[in-house]
């Protein structure tokens, strides 16, 4: 290949990909802000009063449309609540009893229920996709588990969202039931603006600010995302110095070896 044909085919290539990527943007939605995080970075840990807000914020707000299927009661020991504060709020939901003696689950058509258990997990808004869709103009609210890593810009994407709504710009075609949001793909959402001042009323006095809530929140879905989180840095720290360690014996050793030979 001649060479000025090898450069204009690396300048086509470079030009189309760089199409794609404002194709890409342009169906969309604006990239997340970088937020800075207490929990990013190699020694990073979640804040416990920002994670139990968050908590605050989860169960009497999103908790009315979203589930967070990987966590139970007693893991909310880890973002500082005692044993006997993760009793309490688990007894405050009514989980599925299970059988009774008579092998029944129901009892006139209503599910049997007792009070949840540090080992249940958190309940669920609704029976199935089918009831979420229809409570929600047909839209699914998604599972909160898994939302911080299941999109490339992580936790910034989710408080993002939280804050992005807006107007439309006039002239934007919406959509019946939808609002418009600055970071959602296609600009169009079938969340209503989850978040207003004062939606909660902080137990430690926090000033509840939609940008304070939507931090408080996605930190704890961060932490709800990967609990053990603090747990596999800390191992890494503990690798790392057993290897600094470890060179320095078979270093050491090495030159005893080395000493003899010479
Ligand atoms: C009234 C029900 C409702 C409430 C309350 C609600 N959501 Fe949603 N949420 C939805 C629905 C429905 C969608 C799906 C939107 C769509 O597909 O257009 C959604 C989507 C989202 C998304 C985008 C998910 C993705 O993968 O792109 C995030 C993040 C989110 N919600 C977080 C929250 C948080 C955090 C709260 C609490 C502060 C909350 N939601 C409260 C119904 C709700």
Same mark, same amino acid.
């Given at each position: ?165 807006? $107007? ?29 001042? $004062? ?64």
């Amino acid at each position: 290949m001649k060479k000025q044909t090898f450069i204009a085919w690396i300048t086509a290539g470079l030009l189309l990909a760089f199409s794609f990527n404002s194709a890409l943007a342009a169906g969309g939605a604006t990239p997340p802000p970088k937020l800075k995080w207490s929990f990013h970075g190699p020694f990073g840990t979640f804040d416990r009063a920002q994670m139990k807000r968050g908590w605050q914020v989860y169960k009497e707000v999103c908790a009315g449309c979203h589930s967070l299927h990987q966590i139970y009661y007693r893991n909310l020991q880890d973002i500082g609540f005692s044993a006997g504060e993760v009793k309490k709020i688990a007894a405050e939901d009514e989980v599925a009893a299970g059988p009774n003696e008579d092998g029944e689950t129901h009892d006139g058509g209503e599910l049997l229920v007792r009070p949840g258990k540090p080992f249940d997990k958190l309940i669920k808004p609704f029976a199935n996709d089918a009831a979420a869709r229809a409570a929600n103009n047909g839209a699914l609210p998604p599972d909160l588990s898994l939302t911080s890593k299941a999109h490339a810009t992580g936790v910034d994407y989710i408080a993002a969202v939280l804050t992005g709504y807006k $107007d439309p710009p006039s002239g934007f075609k919406m959509n019946e039931g939808m609002a418009y949001n600055t970071y959602f793909a296609g600009n169009q959402i079938a969340m209503p603006a989850p978040l207003s001042a $004062d939606a909660v009323e902080y137990a430690d006095g926090t000033k509840a600010t939609v940008e304070q809530m939507a931090l408080d929140v996605s930190t704890f879905l961060a932490w709800a995302a990967e609990p053990e989180m603090e747990e596999r840095k800390r191992l890494g720290i503990k690798v790392i110095l057993f290897l600094i360690v470890l060179t320095a014996l078979l270093y050491a050793l090495k030159r005893r070896i080395w000493a003899k030979v010479h």
